[in-house]
């Protein structure tokens, strides 16, 4: 099989291409990615001799090319992942958001309907689901959940996944969808929460948390959900939405308070900002279609997975080093200067 990945220079898409070229190694994997200031081709480094790994640069939203790449490459699976997912960024550029994550998701589904291919599999998120209230622990994500989004993230994702949809009942294009709570685990980009964590204490930097840290997450180790997606796509039923969640549960503060005590850090580095604009409270997927259906179960835990996650970021220094270095300092000023002051 012919697996045409995009955005495998990011985070899940990276460790979702290690997860395959390893597993099957009968398949080709061609890795797209544009090498935004998220994708980094070092987290590719420990598989790109494979041979049954190739990586190309280009545009999900570019016609042109990725008509042209199909032809040439006549994919049978399509997994996308390529994004802009930083909901921060989706507050100060919206527009870029609709183009990649809307544009590029019809610009792949028109290429995966001329060059026919057997499986177009759209990576994405619980937010298109909105949030739940803090006080109502009983309430979980369901596939049937109305799609309530709150960001220009979550918006520009939940269009995408109503055009996937339509894509099915008007073309017939096989799909299928999963909708993934917050991840965690290796080559994470340092702007996200846990390795922004980890990078800020090792430095004994203030650890900026958004509002009084009550907001919560649904916490997945990255390869739980890359096992899910190929799950998804080999046994899925085409046309069908797939929450995948590992009922972890925590507060932002938690995460915090955790990764400080594993590295013996202290609490004092928490630092409290003003909170994001429209913020979501409490996200928790309901897993119960994929594991019933499916057989699906998550390996990881988060209290196990965190600390090995902590471990990876400490054995694996100059991979995020090399990010800190980069556009990432100036990004994090913009973000950050004038909060940090309040
Ligand atoms: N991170 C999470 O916790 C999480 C949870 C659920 C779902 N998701 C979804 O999973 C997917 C991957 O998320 P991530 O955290 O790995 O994101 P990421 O930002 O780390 O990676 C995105 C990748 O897409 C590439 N890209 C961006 N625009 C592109 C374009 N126009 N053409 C080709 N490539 C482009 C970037 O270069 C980058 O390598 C996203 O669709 C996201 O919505 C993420």
Redesign the pocket.
């Known amino acids: 099989m012919k697996i045409l990945v995009?955005?495998?220079?990011?985070?899940?898409?990276?460790?979702f291409v290690h997860y395959m070229v390893n597993k099957y190694p009968e398949d080709t994997i061609i890795n797209?990615?544009?090498?935004?200031?998220?994708?980094?081709l070092e987290t590719l480094k420990p598989v790109e001799d494979k041979p049954n790994y190739r990586f190309v640069k280009?545009?999900?939203?570019?016609r042109k090319f990725i008509f042209e790449l199909f032809e040439k490459e006549r994919p049978d699976v399509v997994i996308?992942?390529?994004?802009?997912?930083?909901v921060d960024r989706s507050i100060s550029d919206p527009e870029s958001f609709v183009?990649?994550?809307v544009l590029?998701t019809t610009t792949l589904m028109d290429a995966a309907r001329e060059f026919k291919v057997k499986r177009y599999h759209?990576?994405?998120?619980?937010?298109v689901y909105g949030d739940l209230p803090l006080d109502r622990p009983d309430l979980f994500f369901t596939e049937e959940t109305p799609l309530h989004t709150s960001s220009p993230?979550s918006s520009s994702?939940a269009a995408a996944d109503l055009f996937v949809l339509a894509y099915h009942r008007t073309y017939g294009l096989p799909v299928t969808i999963?909708?993934?709570?917050?991840?965690?685990g290796p080559y994470?980009?340092p702007e996200?929460l846990i390795p922004l964590i980890i990078s800020r204490a090792l430095a004994n930097e203030e650890l900026p948390v958004y509002g009084k840290g009550e907001n919560i997450r649904d916490w997945?180790h990255?390869k739980d959900?890359c096992s899910a997606i190929d799950l998804i796509v080999r046994k899925g039923r085409v046309g069908e939405v797939y929450n995948?969640g590992g009922h972890n549960e925590r507060t932002n503060l938690e995460v915090v308070k955790t990764i400080l005590k594993v590295l013996d850090k202290p609490e004092s580095l928490i630092r409290f900002v003003t909170d994001r604009p429209g913020h979501d409270m409490r996200y928790a997927i309901d897993p119960t279609k994929i594991e019933n259906e499916l057989g699906w179960k998550p390996e990881y835990n988060f209290d196990t997975g965190i600390v090995q996650t902590i471990e990876w970021y400490l054995n694996n220094r100059e991979w995020w080093e090399h990010i800190l270095s980069g556009e990432y300092t100036k990004y994090f000023e913009e973000m950050y200067a004038d909060r940090l002051d309040s």
Do not use: M, P, W
């Open positions: 995009t955005g495998g220079a990011g985070f899940i898409g990276g460790n797209l990615d544009l090498l935004t200031y998220a994708g980094n280009g545009d999900i939203a570019d996308n992942f390529a994004a802009e997912s930083h183009r990649t994550n590029g759209q990576v994405s998120t619980d937010e993230y994702k999963s909708r993934c709570s917050n991840n965690y994470h980009f996200k997945l990255v959900h995948v």
